[in-house]
């Protein structure tokens, strides 16, 4: 019998973690066997395996998975024996608003109420996964079904980004850098705020138009003078906090500020008196449906974005990976497999 191995903890901690060899099981109806080529890890693994999220262990980590189809089982109508697909980050959100009620909203995703994806082969329902663009390699894709679909759902499903218009993006993390490429990818003028030149260098060599040091002045003030005091259509927030205050501040009469990160804090205060002034929005972004990671694979073939990767690891080198994602990474980081 082949045998594959697999990451797995019973209980949050890093040191809890441990590299686990089990017999590969055969797809059932509906099910495809994937052998997975790369995961690209998100600071929400981080904050899963360090139990600062809830999960239901046991638990093999991570959401964001490319790979081939090795096998199907009866029934299967979506793939074939050697299809690349990635993979759906909420299994049950398939298109439309997000499922759940107001006492429980949805937030079923892999990786944390459902199994994840960091091994060497998983068996999975084909509403899990969606085809992988042409135009990545396994490395590149597997960073889109998290951190890419964030973005795209914040300023293209959500925030219906368009050209002409102006994007302020918060950091130079994961998120922060798909929202850069896809929002210069629909003709927007794009801010970036960082703490670091190097990185702003990086931003602008991206396609950044502006890039702003939040350690030098007040970075509210230098956005409002760059934008000749017109604001931003588009604010990603990446901080949360009482930093959603100074996201309102700098946004345009009528726009969006997207939040997304809350490294500041969960409860946010903001200015009411703006907030009527300018009839701006603030939208929460938990990642996306299905239906729109398919239209974000489609949209990375024809603009031919590319992922930034930061460095790659093995999957024996998980440690060192969740390591180097502490250390704040310009771009994704990727356990291959």
Not at 44 to 72: N, Y
Not at 202 to 218: E, M, P, V
Request: glycine fraction near 12%; aromatic fraction near 6%; charge should be negative.
């Amino acid at each position: 019998m082949k045998k594959m191995k697999y990451w797995t903890m019973n209980s949050a901690g890093r040191d809890k973690l441990s590299l686990q060899t089990q017999t590969l099981t055969a797809p059932g109806p509906h099910e495809v066997r994937v052998r997975v080529n790369a995961v690209a890890l998100n600071y929400r693994d981080k904050l899963i395996i360090e139990g600062a999220m809830p999960a239901v262990f046991p638990l093999t980590p991570a959401s964001d998975m490319a790979g081939v189809v090795e096998a199907v089982g009866d029934n299967v109508s979506q793939f074939t024996p050697g299809d690349r697909v990635i993979s759906s980050f909420f299994p049950d959100w398939i298109e439309g608003k997000r499922p759940g009620s107001a006492g429980k909203p949805h937030g079923a995703a892999l990786g944390g109420s459902y199994p994840g994806m960091l091994a060497q082969q998983i068996v999975v329902n084909e509403n899990w996964l969606v085809a992988s663009p042409e135009s990545l390699s396994d490395v590149e894709a597997s960073t889109l079904p998290c951190a890419g679909l964030t973005a795209w759902f914040a300023l293209v499903e959500q925030g219906q980004l368009k050209a002409g218009d102006s994007v302020l993006v918060q950091g130079t993390g994961g998120v922060a850098l798909f929202a850069l490429q896809i929002a210069k990818a629909q003709g927007a003028t794009v801010y970036v705020t960082s703490s670091g030149e190097d990185k702003l260098d990086s931003a602008k060599a991206l396609g950044a138009d502006f890039g702003i040091n939040r350690l030098q002045g007040d970075w509210v003030e230098q956005v409002l003078e760059l934008s000749h005091h017109r604001g931003i259509d588009h604010v990603v927030d990446t901080v949360g906090g009482s930093n959603v205050a100074r996201s309102v501040a700098v946004v345009a009469p009528g726009g969006r500020v997207s939040l997304i990160g809350v490294l500041e804090g969960t409860d946010i205060v903001v200015p009411g008196g703006l907030m009527l002034m300018k009839s701006a929005v603030i939208q929460g972004i938990g990642v996306g449906h299905r239906r729109a990671l398919a239209d974000l694979v489609h949209a990375v073939d024809a603009t031919r974005i590319k992922p930034v990767i930061d460095s790659t690891w093995t999957l024996e080198q998980l440690p060192e990976a969740l390591a180097r994602l502490d250390s704040g990474p310009f771009g994704k980081i990727v356990v291959t497999l």
